[in-house]
């Protein structure tokens, strides 16, 4: 069973950068066989991508509204996953959860993903 731990949250400034981490255990290939997503979910709304990363081919994929600030990526050698933000704001305020799916793609719907972690909180606010 796969198991999945987020880290990483925290409570910062517009404008500042965090990096999240997955950690993920119980995986019955390597990390590479696996999709990988980042999504968040802010109260009162749906959970929504962020940004996923394929298995096949690592190509990622990234909602608009964090294009060009945030960057997933993943360490094979210690089963974990990022997420570096940067230039946050407050609308990237929720909690974050990293998600894993083997042989999956990067489309980024949480229909998409079987495995989650439990999630870390974001809050950007000055």
């Known amino acids: 069973q796969v198991q999945l731990v987020e880290s990483g949250g925290g409570l910062v400034q517009p404008g500042a950068s965090l990096r999240l981490s997955c950690a993920a255990s119980?995986?019955?290939?390597?990390?590479?066989?696996?999709?990988i997503g980042w999504f968040r979910q802010a109260p009162g709304k749906e959970r929504e991508g962020v940004s996923c990363?394929?298995?096949?081919?690592?190509?990622?994929n990234y909602a608009e509204s964090v294009k060009g600030r945030f960057t997933i990526s993943r360490d094979y050698a210690k089963n974990t996953v990022y997420l570096q933000m940067n230039s946050l704001k407050p609308e990237d305020t929720g909690v974050y959860f990293c998600?894993?799916?083997?042989?999956?793609?990067?489309?980024?719907?949480?229909?998409?993903?079987?495995?989650w972690g439990q999630g870390t909180q974001v809050t950007v606010s000055s």
């Open positions: 990363m394929s298995a096949s081919d690592g190509s990622t």
């Open positions: 998600a894993a799916e083997k042989y999956g793609t990067n489309w980024c719907s949480p229909r998409a993903y079987d495995s």
């Open positions: 119980g995986l019955t290939l390597d990390l590479n066989y696996y999709a």
